[in-house]
Structures are given as structure tokens and as C-alpha cells.
């Protein structure tokens, strides 16, 4: 079993930056691909990144290209988001993923609990 915290969420005024954390714990990660979702108030959970397993390759909403940079530590089992030039529209809470990406995108196995993200205009 695989347990994934995060980390870093807040109240944060647009244009600002904040970065989220996500260590996972358990079983070995180190051949999942990593993301990110997010959920908006009162609509559906949407894919923001993802990274590949190696490091290699990333993969990003068109929402949130140029503004968000995923990466992760291997040596600390951790992913992270950089989330620049925030826009309220970028209010969510955003939850971790590990699986596999695909062409039809990040299918997660895990799922960490989520970190609320306010952007305030």
C-alpha cells in the first residue's frame, strides 16, 4: 500500500506562487508515474500534470502550461507542483496521483487527500 501526504496549499493573492508537495509513503513508488488533479467548487476533477516515472517527460493541461512546472525527487519518494502566475480560476483542491500515464492520461492508484489552493483576485 502507498500513502501520499501534501503539503503546501494556502490562501495566496493572483499573480502570486505557490508550491505543493506530495511524499509518498509505503511500498516502493519509484516505477509510478506522477500528477497532479484538481477540483473545483461545484465542478468535475480535472487533470493539471503529470511527470513519467524516469523524470523524463511532462505533461501539462493547456490551462496551466507556461505557469505550472511539475517535477519530483526520487530519493524522497516526492512530487511537486510550482504553481506561478496564479489566477483565481486556479481555486481548486488540488490531490495527488500515482500511477500510470497513458495516451488517454494519468490513471491513478493512489490518491493523496488533497490541498486546498484559494487564489483572491
Known amino acids: 500500500q502507498v500513502q501520499l501526504v501534501e503539503s503546501g496549499g494556502g490562501l495566496v493573492q493572483a499573480g502570486g506562487s505557490l508550491r505543493l508537495s506530495c511524499a509518498a509513503a509505503?511500498?516502493?513508488?519509484?516505477?509510478?508515474?506522477m500528477g497532479w488533479f484538481r477540483q473545483a467548487p461545484g465542478k468535475e476533477r480535472e487533470f493539471v500534470a503529470a511527470i513519467g516515472w524516469s523524470g523524463d517527460n511532462t505533461y501539462y493541461a493547456d490551462s496551466v502550461k507556461g505557469r505550472f512546472t511539475i517535477s519530483r525527487d526520487g530519493a524522497k519518494n516526492t512530487v511537486y507542483l510550482q504553481m506561478n502566475s496564479l489566477k483565481p480560476s486556479d481555486t481548486a483542491v488540488y490531490y495527488c496521483a500515482f500511477g500510470y500515464y497513458s495516451v488517454l492520461g494519468l490513471a491513478p492508484n493512489y490518491w493523496g487527500q488533497g490541498a486546498l489552493v484559494t487564489v483572491s483576485s
Open positions: 509505503g511500498r516502493t513508488v519509484r516505477d509510478y508515474d
